[in-house]
């Protein structure tokens, strides 16, 4: 199946219809002309050909090949890929820039149908080359250096070997995925399609998740108590998602003997389950240290008895509500990505100059903000909900970190540039923190750094702690899910089972968050893809620590990481900078970053 782009951080943009200057739009001509693009009509063609010929030439026949014909092989399966990947990164984008609009979603699912259709005789391939034996395909690497390249996409293939079924089933399967697809269909409309009343105005779900961000505390309520209403009423229809889906992954695990729900998740992931697990217990266990002890410093700021979950993310009373300019947030980003290295501000300036951003918040857009690689001939788009805040500053530079990112990587080719999403976030976050710590440095005096060390620190924590807390409710609810259907209130138990524990005594949490889980669109498309944003972070601010630590030649070996993309494992691409994510202690450096953090700005607290 070829994946859409999807929606997935849990952005907080800020709301009203502020001068923030020329946002920018996609220009998605460097795929496509139009839906009616005889480009567009001619790669269908070729693609319904190609497979056909495909088929035909290698089924039941990749046994017999030699080390030449199964390079070419390898190369007309990498092309056809890449003509079905231009053809739904191009129906996918457009969906997303307006998932209200009928002739746009009817063009995505006709594209999704055809590409499944087309391709469903090409499951043979990974089943076939399971069957080839190790010595056997061993031989045939060895023979041939060019063909030797591809390894790390057999050995990916080869890790399923285990959970492999009959060559009828899996075709059966394949087809069956646009059901699955339809399922995400209603939950991403349902999203767009929902109206939140706030003082006689009606607003989408960024706006009204803004207002979680609000210096009014009223404000702030009012948001929350919306949301709260609005998710209430369409309750059964995301628990039906869930069921639905939760229970297509369950079986689907089952007839593959997948060992866990999570088994899935982090073979894609090329990360060891015991790393995720010491990853997520480092976090659970360093809760009291990061986030309760940061949320008891936000009530003494705010002056509270006790949070409110809509206090979660309020701004600091000593913030000032600034809003940044479009051309303001592309300068200091830019600027940031500079000084780490001139290549790297190179690399970004097309993403403001041709087209490759859609900044703009606008009705029907999706929510959130992504970067899509599309294919490595033509370039990523940057998809983002801008409206001014600094936080929305550090959403760009953590987004054109993907973008640069995927432009690096495209040289490995369409099957070994896709990053596995452990290390997918590396480039966002340091292209972050690069941008935070220029904004730091530029600090006017100790009031500024302050909101800025707290800011960072709870960006932080929602990266971290937020997205474990999510991992763990994952968990929960598919495990939930195998033993029966769950009611609309199971689901909700299961949410409020680790809100509680992960954000702390410092808060209360109001009648109604219990069904906050139900517009994270992380669950529905990617199960388990949350992990990887905790995962990301420590990584980073471990790798940021050596850069601090010893800046020579940095640079270079950084380049290098993200240039090799998917074809190296995170034990090879880590080593050159003297890290290993399979030590138990490596996250504890990653998340000491955080403490150290809160520990400067409980000494501020002190001073003060």
């Avoid at 390898?74 to 457009?94: D, K, P, Q, Y």
């Avoid at 300019?325 to 940031?336: F, H, L, R, Y």
Wanted: proline share 5%; charged share 25%; hydrophobic share 40%.
């Amino acid at each position: 199946m070829f994946q859409l782009p999807f929606p997935v951080h849990d952005v907080n943009a800020s709301s009203g219809s502020k001068d923030l200057g020329n946002l920018p739009e996609w220009d998605l001509s460097d795929l496509y002309s139009s839906q009616n693009a005889p480009e567009l009509s001619r790669d269908l063609q070729w693609l319904d050909q190609e497979c056909a010929s495909f088929a035909a030439d290698y089924e039941g026949k990749l046994a017999n090949l030699d080390a030449a014909e199964m390079l070419a092989c390898v190369l007309r399966n990498e092309r056809i890929n890449t003509i079905a990947g231009r053809i739904m990164s191009f129906a996918g984008l457009r969906y997303y820039q307006l998932t209200i609009d009928g002739d746009r979603t009817k063009f995505m699912s006709d594209m999704q149908e055809k590409i499944t259709n087309f391709t469903t005789p090409l499951v043979f391939f990974t089943l076939e080359l399971n069957r080839i034996d190790d010595a056997t395909l061993q031989a045939l690497l060895d023979a041939n250096s060019a063909l030797a390249r591809y390894q790390p996409v057999f050995d990916r293939i080869r890790a399923m070997k285990p959970y492999q079924l009959s060559d009828e089933l899996e075709k059966f399967l394949h087809d069956l995925g646009v059901v699955g697809d339809a399922w995400e269909r209603l939950f991403d409309e349902t999203i767009a399609g929902l109206s939140f009343e706030i003082d006689g105005e009606s607003l989408g779900i960024e706006s009204t998740l803004n207002l979680l961000t609000d210096p009014d505390r009223a404000q702030r309520e009012k948001g929350a108590v919306e949301l709260a209403r609005v998710f209430g009423d369409t309750v059964k229809t995301f628990a039906r998602v869930h069921n639905t889906q939760a229970k297509e992954k369950e079986i689907l695990d089952r007839w593959r003997g997948m060992p866990t729900p999570q088994t899935g998740r982090h073979l894609s992931n090329h990360v060891e389950p015991e790393v995720v697990e010491a990853l997520r217990n480092a976090v659970v266990t360093a809760y009291p240290k990061l986030s309760h002890r940061y949320y008891e410093l936000k009530r003494k700021w705010l002056g509270l008895d006790v949070m409110q979950v809509w206090d979660r993310n309020a701004p600091l009373p000593m913030e000032t509500n600034k809003i940044v300019g479009w051309e303001e947030a592309q300068k200091t980003v830019m600027q940031a990505y500079e000084d780490f290295d001139p290549r790297m501000a190179d690399l970004a300036e097309p993403f403001f100059t041709k087209g490759w951003i859609d900044a703009a918040v606008k009705p029907g857009k999706a929510p959130g903000a992504f970067a899509h690689p599309t294919v490595t001939d033509v370039h990523p788009y940057v998809m983002l909900n801008y409206l001014g805040k600094p936080r929305d500053v550090m959403t760009l530079a953590h987004e054109l970190g993907h973008g640069v990112h995927q432009v690096l990587a495209a040289g490995q080719g369409e099957m070994l540039s896709s990053t596995p999403l452990t290390l997918a976030e590396t480039a966002s976050v340091f292209g972050e923190m690069l941008t935070f710590r220029k904004m730091l440095d530029g600090a006017q005096d100790a009031a500024e750094r302050k909101v800025m060390l707290a800011g960072k620190v709870e960006d932080m924590i929602n990266t971290v702690v937020r997205q474990i807390a999510f991992y763990d409710f994952e968990c929960k609810l598919h495990d939930a899910r195998a033993q029966g259907e769950l009611t609309p209130d199971d689901i909700n138990a299961l949410w409020m089972s680790v809100q509680g524990e992960s954000l702390g005594p410092a808060f209360e949490f109001m009648d109604g968050y219990e069904t906050f889980w139900a517009y994270i669109p992380h669950f529905v498309h990617s199960p388990f893809y949350v992990y990887a944003y905790a995962f990301g972070d420590g990584l980073v601010n471990a790798l940021y620590a050596v850069y601090q630590e010893q800046p020579e030649g940095f640079q270079e070996k950084y380049f290098d990481m993200l240039k090799a993309g998917g074809s190296k494992h995170h034990k090879e691409l880590l080593a050159p900078f003297g890290l290993d994510a399979s030590d138990p202690t490596f996250w504890d450096k990653g998340l000491s970053m955080i403490s150290d953090m809160i520990d400067e700005l409980e000494a501020m607290e002190e001073q003060a």
